[in-house]
């Protein structure tokens, strides 16, 4: 028996893995742990399943002369990917090779992915798919608090406050078990939810008093001006702690002034009355009112946007107004999305970090972590490119030439897949390791078997900044090794003297000297703490530091220790609508699969479950097209087209199209959605497009 967590999402359900009958195998219970409360999703009743799926990686795998991937020895693939990049270095430098991680890997491999891109490649090219998830509310809450922890509090917090306003995000479907923790605030009548669907998570509001504000996909940030305008218009606003606590009070005002609810339901959709009743349940139930306390809480609805920062940032000023963050029982978070996205951007797969959550354009902390890594600072590389930039710059004339793949599928979750593909056509090497053939690793020139998760030790960090151990239960099969022996190998064949220990618990000692001093302060955390069952939250700046389950009680990570409040102001969605493209298309999850799908498309009840894509349609634009449920729809939109059932419901807005992103091939919604950035996260905006709907003929087939 071995207890370890879910291998998806941030909520990191606590689980106990029994030896199963077949080889390899092993059956998944689950635990009692505060986050989950003894709780699993379906995924994490089936994770197990992955395990043993038949078409399991077990060999490495090089694509011969005749284009076909064939298992090969480790000795061979690795003498023959260090061969390719010494090649492509020699000739177009050290950037030519590029990294992309996943937020899915354990601390210890997302750890080393780092400094192997660094000290090994020494390129500056390395980025993750965790720019694609939180990486505007990682912006927006580095430049309001000074540091960036999804959630500032433990989540069972959230259990004892009087409203919960939640903006973009459908926990009912993406952390099941967390809705156990909204219990009180239903009861309440004080569960305020923003999303374009009536979701699971909005019909949590529907029992009690709670409000759906069921927005036009991309005006959050008008919306919750308008909230802001009506707490501050209304004198609800908490002046002392305004000004004891931020930086410049009157900003609000200034930002908020014009937003009166009138316009904003122009914008919005959402009744101007609608806007003032959740802005004064919201407001009731804040400390200075005497309330049980409130939470605003963002998810990728909000965030997944050209304007996501700015989006965020309104959600943290209206935070500030009611004097939320910091205070014991309210406060602002983002809810962090995959298993490790919050230690996966905490040591250095970010383009512009090093470990610890420090800045590698920072100086000291060049010279520190150089320090550890037994490297000149001046060898260190700078800043690279995000993960979209950097996916489009492949292959062309100055860009990289070769591309490690190591935790995600990009030619399914990547936007604007036609480009993706292109982009990795003009590779002369990409490198995938993975568990599976996922879509991508069949694209790739040499594939590694690694490890998953029931067969590995190390750590990940849960939506809250609590470390956790994942414990190996199991030997892996064949010939897989993990992702730190694909380092180690590439890095000893590339003559780099600095050490690549393969063994998680001696990267982990290394993790936490490379992170003492950070922002993300892992030094006082052992293995051993955490196998005793210490709940430690980051920072753990010494062994007899308890850990920080609340950060912000006394000051803001700030110089001066005061939140900055920063004015922001609304606008369209960067496609908007059109005359010939007269819906936004939304993209977003199902309960029954993970992601790209590699892992949950494996599991027979989950793809029985949900086998193919769909596209959720209001019935009526159901009738305008004269469509019925089942029918085949042409989507189009500016990047491309794709073929999905209809799903006719009134659940979704008229003016929307609801597709889940979690299928390859012809069912990738990312062949519509659009790669436009965020300025500020570089986070691609993957929620709202403008989308042409039309009946697709169905063929025909003519008898012999
Ligand atoms: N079942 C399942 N669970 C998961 C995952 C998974 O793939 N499957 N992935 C994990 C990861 S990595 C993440 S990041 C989290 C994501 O968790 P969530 O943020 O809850 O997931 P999404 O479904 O992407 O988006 C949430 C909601 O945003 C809404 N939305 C779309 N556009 C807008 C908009 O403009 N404004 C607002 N307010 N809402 C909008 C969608 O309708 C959707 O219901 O889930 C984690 N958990
Ligand atoms: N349209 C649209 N697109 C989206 C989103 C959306 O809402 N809409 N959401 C975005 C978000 S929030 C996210 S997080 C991304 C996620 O999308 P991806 O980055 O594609 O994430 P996964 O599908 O989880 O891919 C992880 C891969 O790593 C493999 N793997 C698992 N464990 C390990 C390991 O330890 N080592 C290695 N090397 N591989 C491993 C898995 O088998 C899988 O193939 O998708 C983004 N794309
Ligand atoms: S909610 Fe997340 S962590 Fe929990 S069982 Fe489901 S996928 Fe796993
Ligand atoms: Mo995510």
Known sequence: MTETHCPYCALQCATTLHPADRPGAVSVQPRQFPTNRGGLCRKGWTAAEVLTVPDRLTSPLVRNEAGELVATTWDYALDFVADRVRALQAESGNDSIAVFGGGGLTNEKAYALGKFARVALRTKNVDYNGRFCMSSAAAATNRAFGIDRGLPFPLTDVAGAGAVLLVGSNIAETMPPAVAHLAGVREAGGLLVVDPRRTATAQLTEDAEGIHLQATPGTDLALVLALTHVVLQEGLADTAYLADRTDDPDGLFRSTAAWWPERAERVTGVPAATIRRAARVLAAAAPVHGGAGAYILTGRGAEQHSKGTDTVTACINLALALGLPGRLGSGYGCITGQGNGQGGREHGQKADQLPGYRSISDPAARAYVAGVWGVDPDELPGPGKSAVELINALGTPDGPRALFVHGSNLVVSAPRLASVRDRLDALDLLVVADVVPSETALLADVVFPVTQWAEEDGTMTSLEGRVLRRNAALAPPGEVRSD??????????????ASFPTDPAEVFEELRLASAGGIADYSGITWSRLDAGEALFWPVPAEDHAGTPRLFADRFGTPDGRA??????????ADDLT????LYLVTGRLLQHYQSGAQTRRVLELAESEPEVFAEIHPRVAA??????GAPLRLRTARGSMVAAARVTTDVRPDTVFVPFHYGGAGAVNELTNDVLDPISRMPEFKACAVEVSAELAVREVPA
Do not use: K, M, N, Y
């Open 624 to 629: 305008s097209l004269g469509i019925v449920e």
């Open 484 to 497: 730190l022996a694909i380092f180690a190998g590439i890095a000893q064949r590339l003559g780099c003297a």
């Open 579 to 582: 005359a010939g493209t007269p």
């Open 564 to 573: 900055r409040v920063i004015a922001v102001d609304h606008r369209p969605v």
